[in-house]
């Protein structure tokens, strides 16, 4: 459905440049419900807006449902669909009326375009909205209106960019529904970007991290975990000399990693927390340091991310802003 072949995108910005996208690769197979996930800035609706053609490549390739994003854009607006981060719906006409006026768009005649507007309304469970304007409705309401603008054609191929931000948990668990939907009972290949490392984790059949314009990882959020985390123990002990004495010993476990210590915590990485944590306290025991708790934990994409840039996903996000990166 999707093969980007060094997809690059190099924005001039006053005097410099911003490359938002270097050399992108990716194959997204029929079907496939793909999490594009990294901090903000990291080239995610750039990529998004090249495989959509909406904005054309500095240089690489791109084929998207079977057509060329630059040499043949219309074919690929044709079949695929688009939910941008902006609201696409106007103020004026009506929620099925929209629905309506955008099927014609797309060449359908009036009496099939409202057919389809009805199956949308349906798909999307907007019905008792029907006869509302986009303005009077919810976040959470608007946001599945986007999503049936977005498939009013029949796109094989749903791009989504970051559908659930901004909206409440209950509304993001409702959009999740309508999203596995659609895979589920029409087959539509899915590709959208999030922020939300748990939505990520959880509904997504495979992860992809881009950051700084680069993907970094790629695979189901198990394959990540596992091969590039490995699982925390978390030990405290009574006072902070221990604690110094806990992580010096932690040091020496085999396969630890990124032990740290606050005050009288300290936490390490490891491949299998089963299997190490017992060693871990053994130990700890022989050296004399009296362990008060003991924890483990499996790891999250944040440690994947963390593990692979050594920076943590969601503090890239909260210092990173908007501001451009390397040229
Ligand atoms: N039109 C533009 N002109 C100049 N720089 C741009 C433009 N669009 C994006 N950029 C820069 O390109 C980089 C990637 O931006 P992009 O919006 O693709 O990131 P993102 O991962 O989608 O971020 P966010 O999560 O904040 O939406 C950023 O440094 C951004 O400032």
Same mark, same amino acid.
């Given at each position: ?19 938002? !996208? ?11 419900? !793909? ?5 903000? =800035?990291? =080239?995610?609706? #750039? ?28 074919? !690929? ?5 688009? &939910? ?5 719906? =106007? ?9 309506? #006026? ?17 199956? &949308? ?14 303005g009077t409705l919810s976040g ?15 796109? =094989? ?7 659930s931000t901004g909206l409440d948990?209950? @509304?993001? *668990? ?18 959208? %970007? #999030? ?8 509904? $997504? ?11 970094? $990882? ?14 925390? &123990?978390?030990? %405290?002990?009574?006072?902070? +000399? ?28 490891? +491949?299998?927390?089963?299997? %190490?944590? +017992?060693?871990?306290?053994? @130990? ?7 362990? *008060? ?5 499996? +790891? ?22 908007t501001a451009p990166h390397g *040229?």
């Open positions: 459905m999707i093969h980007a072949r060094g997809l690059t995108r190099r924005f001039k910005v006053g005097k410099g440049v911003v490359d938002a !996208v270097r050399g992108l690769d990716i194959d997204v197979a029929e079907g496939q419900l !793909v999490a594009f996930l990294g901090p903000n =800035g990291a =080239g995610k609706s #750039t990529s998004l807006r090249m495989l959509t053609s909406l904005l054309p490549p500095t240089s690489g390739t791109a084929t998207v449902a079977g057509r060329d994003v630059v040499s043949d854009p219309a074919g !690929v607006r044709a079949r695929i669909g688009y &939910v941008g981060q902006k609201s696409s719906a =106007g103020e004026n006409f009506r929620v099925r009326d929209e629905l309506v #006026t955008q099927a014609r768009c797309y060449g359908l005649r009036r009496a099939e375009a409202r057919r389809r507007a009805d199956e &949308v309304l349906a798909l999307l469970d907007l019905e008792a909205l029907a006869t509302r304007k986009p959470g309401q608007r946001r599945r209106l986007d999503i049936a603008l977005g498939l009013i054609h029949r796109p =094989g191929l749903l791009f989504l960019d970051e559908p948990p209950q @509304s993001r *668990a409702n959009i999740w529904e309508h999203i596995l939907r659609l895979r589920a009972e029409h087959g539509t290949t899915l590709f959208l %970007t #999030t922020h939300y490392l748990e939505e990520a984790d959880t509904m $997504a059949e495979r992860v992809v991290i881009i950051d700084h314009g680069r993907i970094i $990882a790629d695979g189901t959020a198990e394959q990540l975990k596992g091969e590039l985390a490995g699982d925390r &123990v978390t030990v %405290t002990v009574h006072d902070e +000399p221990e604690a110094a004495r806990a992580a010096e010993v932690a040091a020496r476990i085999a396969g630890s990693d990124a032990v740290t210590v606050e005050r009288r915590t300290v936490r390490l990485r490891v +491949p299998h927390a089963g299997r %190490t944590l +017992p060693e871990y306290l053994r @130990s700890l025991d022989a050296s004399g340091v009296k362990v *008060a708790t003991a924890e483990t934990a499996r +790891p999250t994409l944040d440690d994947v991310f963390l593990a692979l840039t050594g920076r943590s996903l969601r503090e890239s996000d909260e210092s990173h802003g *040229a």
